[in-house]
């Protein structure tokens, strides 16, 4: 009889958690897709002006079944009002409610650009439900996947790796990184407004393709988004007011800088909120702020209308970010890296900048290289000879800290390099799905001269060109500066015990030339284990202001998953070669690299590369 009790609850449980998927179709408060019939008719509401939810009339087609996805149906709806029919379906507008009967039926969620009378599709608050993982389920951290370089060079220490970057941060390598799901069909997703408020016009309308890919309509502000409101503490009303067909905007930037990302709130429960009706970039888990929206005015335009809005003060956080649409809990905090800025201006001023990034993987290298530059780009020249001096770091949470130091001389856009190399290093400290990962703060100084500051690798020699394993050997170079002076520096380079009777190339060079000759014959191996490894590799990204010798020796070598064996033994490559699950990621070279060493800074971007050969006698003579 226990026995036959126990089952019986058991059972009754298992029934029970079967039917939680449904609990939105059953529930006295949703109108159930099922009963959708053509001719129903029902409410709407959204914020056309100000902060006053205003209603308008919805008229049901039909269901769509299996139209935005597989599984995933869509109600065809025709709206009417006096907005409406001036401004048609506009953007902002996604995520607003329709009622049925007073039962929720669903969110605004797509648009007929060009139509000549207001239809849209809408999304059913079942799927904007299902966007929560079910209690227990684990949630992992979205990320792309950013190819690594490394080799390793023997030295008297040991070996160590070296990050060798393919290419700095730019719209063109994002774009190369990221999923397209652009459609070319007449009808399409709302893209969610972006607003930009003291960024440079020319930054965001370079990234603005990327950004419509992703599904943000990006657009200057010009002085339309609130500047720091939403820096400001949240009262009681603010929390109060954030309500079905109230509009939020999604934080991406605040302070000095401001971006934001703007839909309408569907449905609240407590302080659980669901709203947009469709995704933002499909980032799957995610910690954003939100804040509550003053709409401007919504602009009637001949595609979409648009609506303009004003954020104010940060209330919450978004936890989710699906294809039905997003979830954000009213009351949490994201995540947000502190970037401060001081700059020492060509203008003999000095400026000092300050913002908060939302801590995203994919959005945050691009939104803080956009922020840099625009923050530059307000007194610098952007065209012409400048140099820019980069002092800076990377603080986590951890206690580790990423090294930011650079000089950057450039004809064009100096700014731009600076930008990327704060973002490089940025983008593969966040993707690299490492726990509990936080930035503390991003803190760069910056001295700007409105000049060229280059030198060129002009001349080199050694002490000696004939050396013997184990010799110390001193390379000289020369460089030469856009005045015509000359610089001199002294790289000490010893020979390895293990080399003989060889003849080395001595490769002396830039960061950006030696990169160039290793990237040659280096294949993408595994990415660093830890954070701490991670935070090594970055440390020791060659930088512009230095000279490097590599040391070469024409010796058969190999790589195998990102390492590199200079020099080695037959017996390891005989052990290698007789395992086939070994050998096959095993990548063949001709040279190996067997030293590699810089000069200290210099206030100067180097340039050019020169190559001395050093004859290696035998050690037993």
């Not at 389920?137 to 040991?158: F, H, N």
């Amino acid at each position: 009889m226990r026995l036959l009790r126990q089952s019986c609850i058991l059972l009754t449980l298992l029934a029970s958690l079967a039917c939680l998927p449904l609990w939105a179709q059953s529930n006295p408060q949703f109108f159930p897709l099922r009963d959708v019939r053509p001719g129903l008719k029902g409410v709407g509401r959204t914020i056309f002006s100000g902060d006053k939810i205003q209603e308008f009339q919805v008229e049901l087609v039909g269901v769509l079944p299996n139209v935005l996805a597989p599984r995933r149906s869509a109600i065809l709806a025709r709206l009417f009002g006096p907005t409406i029919q001036e401004t048609g379906v506009a953007e902002g507008m996604s995520g607003s409610p329709v009622y049925i009967d007073g039962k929720l039926l669903g969110a605004v969620a797509m648009a007929f650009p060009y139509a000549k009378q207001p239809y849209t599709l809408i999304t059913p608050i079942q799927d904007m439900l299902s966007v929560v993982p079910e209690s227990g389920g684990r949630e992992s951290t979205a990320s792309i996947a950013l190819p690594w370089y490394s080799t390793q060079a023997l030295s008297p220490d040991g070996a160590e790796g070296r990050w060798i970057p393919t290419a700095a941060a730019s719209p063109e390598l994002w774009a190369k990184r990221l999923e397209k799901w652009a459609g070319s069909s007449s009808m399409e997703p709302f893209r969610v407004p972006m607003s930009f408020s003291g960024f440079d016009p020319q930054v965001v309308s370079t990234y603005t393709p990327l950004f419509k890919e992703m599904g943000f309509l990006p657009q200057d502000a010009a002085g339309l988004t609130s500047v720091g409101g939403s820096n400001a503490t949240p009262s009681a009303a603010d929390l109060r007011n954030v309500t079905p067909g109230s509009m939020i905007d999604i934080v991406l930037v605040r302070g000095d800088l401001d971006a934001y990302a703007g839909c309408t709130v569907t449905y609240r429960q407590g302080n659980d909120l669901y709203a947009c009706g469709h995704q933002l970039a499909l980032l799957g888990p995610a910690q954003i702020p939100f804040a509550p929206a003053h709409v401007v005015a919504t602009i009637p335009l001949l595609n979409e209308s648009l609506k303009i809005d004003s954020s104010g003060p940060v209330v919450g956080s978004i936890r989710q970010d699906r294809f039905g649409g997003i979830y954000g809990v009213i009351g949490e905090k994201s995540p947000e890296i502190p970037v401060h800025i001081h700059l020492a201006s060509s203008l003999n001023r000095t400026a000092d900048y300050n913002f908060d990034v939302a801590q995203q993987a994919i959005l945050s290298p691009m939104l803080v290289d956009m922020s840099v530059v625009s923050a530059l780009g307000t007194s610098e020249r952007m065209m012409g000879p400048s140099t820019m001096d980069l002092n800076g770091s990377i603080q986590l949470s951890s206690g580790e800290v990423v090294k930011l130091e650079d000089v950057i001389s450039s004809d064009l856009s100096s700014a731009g390099a600076v930008g990327a190399e704060v973002a490089t290093p940025l983008s593969y400290l966040l993707e690299g799905q490492f726990p509990h990962l936080g930035i503390r703060s991003i803190d760069l100084n910056i001295v700007s001269q409105d000049e060229s500051r280059t030198a060129t690798i002009e001349q080199v020699w050694s002490s000696q060109s004939e050396v013997r394993p184990g010799d110390h050997i001193v390379a000289t170079v020369v460089e030469r500066t856009p005045s015509g002076g000359q610089l001199t520096q002294s790289i000490p380079v010893e020979i390895p015990q293990n080399v003989n009777n060889k003849t080395l190339a001595l490769v002396i060079g830039s960061g950006e030339a030696i990169n160039a000759l290793q990237l040659r014959f280096i294949n993408p191996g595994a990415p660093p284990k830890d954070l701490r490894q991670l935070v090594r590799e970055l440390n020791r990204t060659r930088r512009n202001n230095r000279v490097y010798a590599l040391l070469m020796a024409p010796q058969r070598s190999f790589e195998m998953d990102g390492t590199d064996f200079p020099s080695p033994p037959p017996s390891l490559l005989q052990t290698f070669l007789a395992d086939p699950a070994v050998s096959s990621k095993i990548s063949y070279r001709a040279g190996s690299v067997v030293g590699d060493v810089s000069t200290q800074s210099l206030p100067y971007t180097i340039r050019g590369d020169q190559t001395l050969y050093l004859k290696v006698l035998d050690a037993a003579k």
